[in-house]
């Protein structure tokens, strides 16, 4: 196509005012919607422009009215499920306004979160919608700025501590508490946690793992919170081999857990807070021979399709993505144009899709391992 | 944060200029870099810039260069795993040349697809990636257009049959063809194969299959024929009842591969063309009690991390996702600013993932069935 017909280029104003024999400031005028033109001329304008195929210039309309219809969506990465879930449901809601999305992956990665945030206001979107890196407001000075000269700014998944901005989150630490709690109930007392904060000392202590939690991302820190609010809820003490400290990848999941199942004393059930981490403990489990729920009890954030073909299919923490998305939009365009507001905290619910993962432990904490010594 | 500090407006090039005690004109030289300014004015302006925290306005900049330093990718649905790994793949090849990415998802509509064009187009993004839901030429002047206009189009992951342009896909019916063969070699004559062109007319023949097919995707289109052509190589004729002809969805693939498999001669293998097809197969297989490969065999696109932890693993097509997306933001970008050019046709090879999922088949074709009884 592109070879059969040399490129025309895009008609101008001009074009259009020679087409239509009227003055460019005519044509400007009628193709712009302000100041007045009669009846006739821009009749010819319209006519003439339809004919020529003109297209508005949005950029040159953007000068002027200071708004751009487009807004900015930075994430960690958008190849993950869980964020093109957040940014389908953000891209539907911003279509629904006529609003462009420009979207950017971070990979956790702070300094690429400022570049990006400085791209988008350069590019003058309307707003953005962030789930940011910073673990604390210091770190997240260029959010502040934005919003303090009139961009606003919504923390989607993460809020960032100290750091007051509209945000769209899941309460984690609760539903965290919630499913460590199904597991106490269900017998369990030796819970593996994937994944904990990643540091390269060890972790000894409650009092130092508390302290290494917040360095980590505010989603993480609040699971690890919620695992260990249930455990002191049931007077169960922390125990340090039982919550991760590698690096948060499906390869370091598998080694960590398999190294917990093959302990001494090993775990009767896995929380795996990340898609990756479960992934990871599978494979753990599988390499051991070992079978879930009746050697090992699984459940993990967050819910997918394919959870439900397992054998058995494994029980999972449902996110809403698709409403976190849309609101978190729905937030940013509400604020376009406001220069005073008091920042909005929504915190949704996460739902428990009970399937078959969750069962009694297979053995009781402290006597000899029936099920690890099978690898 | 924002309810603290009251937003300062952003500062123009004429507070730069007074805070500067220069002219707005010298000002704006200096922030543009245009025109000559003496060192000391250059300097002075810079400091002041620095000092306010004045941003340059790209979209001013845009007007007088041409250039917008984005793309525009549309695809069909962002939260879908194999689109979300293009775009992850685009927007690093963007982002490593400062390019920005605007992500429109049309979910296979075309109106949808021509409208985000137009506003890419309106938005004068340099170049435009997209995945089309035409499924020829005559639906596609949209896209033609575009080229000829000067606004470079890459077709990904589908081709447009008599559309001339730009393309990076995989070469769908040489892979479907290749695994269709790995299930007749493994001695599979009866192959089930999710999903086929929709209709609501019963489709008979091999030749109303064909004219059918070619109103599909290009994709699904392609991947059909390839089925077909390794059924041919080997001698095995078409036969209707294995080829469905529903809605695209996880839970019509489900009640397609669930009629097949209660069927009198039902298929011992199945080949799911997408995961949504590929999980509703394998809720069938699990509702009638059947294993895999032992009572139907199953292979699928696309790979992805949770095949390899399910029971037995699957064996799955892999496409080079984000190599795709990377090649096509290379190639689009190798267009801008060129007046002519003869599209070229990247076809990336796909690679098998061999793992459990294929076997023998469980029953003799023709013969009474053993395992469909079962349920």
Redesign the interface.
Known sequence: ??????????PTISDVAAAAGVGRATAARTLGGYGSVSAVARERVLAAAERL?Y??????R??TTGV?N?LGIVVA?????FF??L??GA??AA?ARNL??????TYEDLAAERHAV??L????VDGIVVSSAAVGAPDAEHL??A????T?VVLIDRLVPG????AVVVDNRAEARRVTRTLIEAGHRRIGFLWGPTTDTGIDTLDELLTVNTRSLWSDAERLRGYLDALQDAGIPYAPGLVTTGAKT?ESAARAALAMLQSEDPPTALFATEA?AL?GA??AV?DLGLSYPGDVSLVGFDD???A????PPLTMIAQPVDAMGRLAVEQVVSRIGS?????RLHMLPAELMTRSSIGPPSRVPGAPTASAGKA
């Open positions: 196509m592109a070879s059969e017909h040399p490129p025309i280029s895009a195929g297209r508005s210039n949005i950029l040159a953007s000068m751009t487009s990465d958008i190849g993950n499920t093109s879930g940014i389908r891209s539907d279509s462009d999305v420009i979207v950017i992956s400085g791209v206001l350069d590019k003058q502040a700025e919003t303090r000269r009139g606003p750091l007051h901005l509209d499906e990756e992934i599978l494979h599988q997918t399709s394919w439900t073909v397992m054998q220069p005073e507001y008091e920042p």
